[in-house]
């Protein structure tokens, strides 16, 4: 079962203390570190899991980097060489996702306006909410599945958020 919580305050602090965590663990090899997923978007329900994008020159070299977040208490639980490199590491606690990604991956971008789009419109962020809320009442294998339940409705939350962000780089 998906369970999801009313926003908590501690999210960004526990997000800066993994951020912390991870710059003090692989120094100079993080090129960027973002806060992304529903925990990073003020007053939004989530699962409380904080989802963090981390970018490294190359993520599918997993020998650069991997080693010391393993040490760090992170466990490497995805790898997806035919989707932009991408590595997923858990931490148990607090819970947390670290995507990796190779520095430019568009998929960060796309996360970070996600989330940025969320933060900015109400309407949006209600409606993301709602269908959560909603789809974390069914039965799921897995939560891969909740999440491509999802894909809809995020879909077109970005549509509007990419339009938004078209039109304001004419501006």
Known sequence: MIHI????????????????????TLGAL????????STSVPGLAAKPVIDIALCVANSADEAAYAPA????????TIREPEWF?????????PEANLHVFSLGCP?????????????????DRALYEETKRALATRGWGDVQEYADAKSAVVTEIMARAEERHRFSDVE
């Not at 998929?107 to 309407?123: G, S």
């Open 5 to 24: 919580s009313d926003y908590d305050r501690e999210w960004p602090q526990q997000f800066e203390s993994e951020a912390v965590c991870i710059r003090g």
């Open 30 to 37: 993080v090129l960027e570190l973002q806060h992304v997923g």
């Open 69 to 76: 977040l393993i040490t760090a208490g992170y466990a490497l």
């Open 85 to 93: 490199e991408h590595r997923m590491f858990k931490r148990a606690a």
């Open 107 to 123: 998929e960060v971008a796309r996360m970070m306006n996600f989330r940025d789009w969320l933060r900015r419109n109400a309407a």
